[in-house]
């Protein structure tokens, strides 16, 4: 499984872009890079997902080098709102061979500040 | 309506007794998870069942043991509680890829 490194926390001001980064040294060739959100008392949210890249949805952005060694989930101008943690997942979901690749770690607390 | 639901929303028991812990989906997937969330740590799964004839062990299966009734129903048991598995518990779903989860809005259990 390839583990994965985020920062702790992060505190940023409201109308701020953010950019929270994801280390996965030992990724594989089929896993992709997915990140999710988590409120308070409340189940993770998908965000997005990646393989290679830029990926931009209605929600954020996420950049991928050519290693994919790394991964970085860009939020642009953050409220209140998005005040949560961020769960970066590397994995090959349902590998075929039976078993589960996806890990959620501690993921990253972003707190946004008035 | 949500797509995923999980009863009871919240439970306190008492060590030793058995609970089961209840999840229904209405988005038609064949894929469901059961995951236990500390706090301050992340989601670790327990079990997960890739159609109604299959089951199998996550990462801290032990304690615990599901049953699959039907695609859209699956529910877990922790057969003696203990205090130790004081904790969040969600249910996910999802489609065959697996990346995108949908969860359910958790149970919290405590056990005294």
């Known amino acids: 499984l390839a583990k994965t490194t985020q920062p702790i926390s992060m505190d940023s001001y409201e109308g701020q872009e953010v950019n929270i980064t994801c280390s996965h040294n030992?990724?594989?060739?089929?896993?992709?890079i997915t990140w999710y959100q988590q409120f308070p008392s409340q189940g993770p949210r998908f965000i997005i997902q990646?393989?290679?890249t830029k990926v931009t949805n209605e929600v954020a952005s996420l950049f991928i080098p050519a290693d994919r060694k790394s991964s970085t989930l860009s939020l642009p101008r953050v409220s209140l709102s998005d005040t949560a943690v961020y769960y970066c997942?590397?994995?090959?979901?349902?590998?075929?061979?039976?078993?589960?690749?996806?890990?959620f770690g501690k993921g990253t607390k972003l707190s946004v500040i008035p | 309506d949500a797509d995923v639901t999980q009863t009871p929303r919240n439970r306190i028991t008492k060590t030793g007794k058995r609970i089961m812990l209840e999840c229904s989906q209405t988005?038609?997937?064949?894929?469901m998870y059961w995951y236990r969330q500390d706090p301050g740590l992340g989601l670790r799964l327990i079990y997960y069942?890739?159609?109604?004839?299959?089951?199998n062990k996550g990462e801290i299966s032990d304690g615990y043991s599901v049953s699959r009734q039907a695609q859209a129903k699956f529910s877990l048991s922790l057969e003696s509680a203990i205090p130790n598995q004081t904790a969040l518990y969600f249910c996910?779903?999802?489609?065959?890829?697996?990346?995108?989860?949908?969860f359910g809005p958790g149970t919290r259990l405590t056990v005294t």
């Open positions: 996910a779903t999802s489609d065959p890829g697996g990346y995108e989860q949908y």
């Open positions: 030992n990724i594989a060739t089929n896993d992709y």
């Open positions: 990646g393989y290679k």
């Open positions: 997942l590397v994995g090959e979901g349902y590998s075929g061979a039976g078993s589960y690749q996806l890990t």
């Open positions: 988005k038609g997937h064949d894929r």
């Open positions: 069942s890739f159609d109604v004839k299959d089951i």
